[in-house]
């Protein structure tokens, strides 16, 4: 057997690569150009460059769905702004926070503390009055003259964990600020967000708001050309992968991020299989790789409530419901609470997770009218039954 290990890994290194830097495809890239975004990019940097003035700019929310590229333009303008910030000798200080990171922001102590250490100051893991945390925040931001631009990232994770206030804090923390003047840039992939918001808190946060629409597959098809060049060896691309790869991902809501990731898995596979070019067999099997591994990840990082109704849908899609209603949904997730010593949510709440395992893409959720007897969701599940068997086998070690 250790033969066989060392010949793999041997036949490996000798074979000729495909990929010539593999972290191009990756989400953690930054390019020198951002195709079909210069709209976006003016009017976010028209909006913000008042800092190079010493002033405060109007907050910003911005939304699209995912892969449109919020953040990888939010990245390329905070790093131009820097930059010019030195230049001109303006003291600015940005904080970025992705609130859908586990133990950043899925509790208000844990946001300020977070919020605190990009001071370089620490806080315990627990135990302090939340009230202590907002004042030392404080004082670290009105410590020097500086303007603060804080940019929460899946802003509506942090809501939905954490509620609504402590925003309307943050934002309102400039009428207190002598020295800092703070500005909050909040960016969702939910587009109807807003909506459910606090309404002091809708119009604190969203004075100016800038909507990031999905790419064609023409779009697409640009985003990869670009990124090709710099990521595989020449003619390692057959003809139609990447028209495969913007149309595929065209069809999810025109996701660049879903276009890039297919392209690097299927290179990912024709290496391993020990092809010469990637060809549009490997970005099938990219696929279904990608859909399998998104939905088991997902399931694996969600709250344990959302996960219990989750269980509930699978439990009733297996005794060969379809077409599942709210009601049903949280008769039988009433029933795994009660088994597993979880305190149940109200309908309502249920509800909204609901709504947020659509979002994911988990579930296929669509809003039924009852008329008089209101409103309700008619719910489904669009995957394989081999994927169907491993998210119950996942969720059966979670709940009895």
């Not at 595989?232 to 890039?260: M, W």
Request: hydrophobic share 40%.
């Amino acid at each position: 057997m250790q033969t066989s290990l060392n010949e793999i890994f041997q036949n490996y290194v000798n074979k000729k690569p495909l990929f010539k830097d593999k972290n191009i495809l990756t989400i953690n890239f930054t390019p020198d150009n951002i195709p079909h975004r210069d709209k976006q990019l003016e009017q976010i940097a028209l909006i913000l460059a008042p800092v190079l003035r010493n002033e405060k700019p109007s907050n910003i929310f911005i939304y699209g769905k995912t892969g449109t590229g919020k953040t990888l333009v939010i990245t390329k303008i905070m790093e131009t702004l820097k930059k010019s910030a030195v230049k001109y000798n303006i003291s600015l200080k940005i904080i970025y926070v992705n609130c859908k990171m586990r133990k950043v922001a899925d509790t208000e102590y844990r946001l300020l503390a977070q919020l605190i250490s990009s001071f370089n100051e620490t806080v315990p893991y627990t135990g302090l009055p939340t009230n202590e945390l907002y004042d030392k925040f404080f004082r670290l931001l009105d410590s020097v003259q500086q303007n603060v631009i804080i940019v929460l990232d899946e802003i509506d994770v942090l809501v939905n964990k954490i509620g609504s206030d402590i925003l309307y804090n943050i934002t309102r923390i400039n009428q207190e600020l002598k020295n800092t003047k703070l500005t909050l840039v909040g960016i969702s992939n939910n587009i109807s967000f807003m909506e459910n918001l606090d309404p002091r808190v809708k119009s604190s946060l969203s004075e100016e708001e800038v909507i990031f629409p999905p790419y064609n597959a023409t779009e697409l098809k640009d985003i990869l050309s670009e990124r090709v060049n710099e990521a595989f060896y020449e003619n390692t691309v057959s003809p139609g992968v990447i028209s495969k790869c913007a149309a595929l991902a065209a069809q999810e809501h025109g996701d660049a991020r879903r276009a890039l990731d297919l392209l690097r898995v299927a290179g990912e596979i024709a290496e391993r299989l020990g092809s010469e070019k990637i060809s549009e067999v490997h970005v099938d099997m990219a696929q279904q790789k990608l859909d399998t591994d998104r939905v088991l990840e997902t399931i694996k990082t969600q709250p344990k409530q959302s996960q219990a109704v989750f269980k509930a849908i699978l439990n009733l899609y297996r005794r060969g419901e379809r077409n599942i209603q709210t009601g049903d949904v949280y008769d039988v997730y009433s029933q795994i609470c009660k088994r597993n010593n979880l305190i149940p949510l109200t309908q309502r709440r249920v509800s909204d997770l609901i709504s947020e395992l659509d979002t994911l893409g988990i579930i296929n959720a669509t809003v039924l009218s009852k008329g008089r007897y209101g409103r309700t969701r008619k719910i489904n599940l669009n995957m394989p039954n081999q994927l169907i068997n491993k998210l119950n086998e996942i969720l059966s070690r979670e709940f009895i």
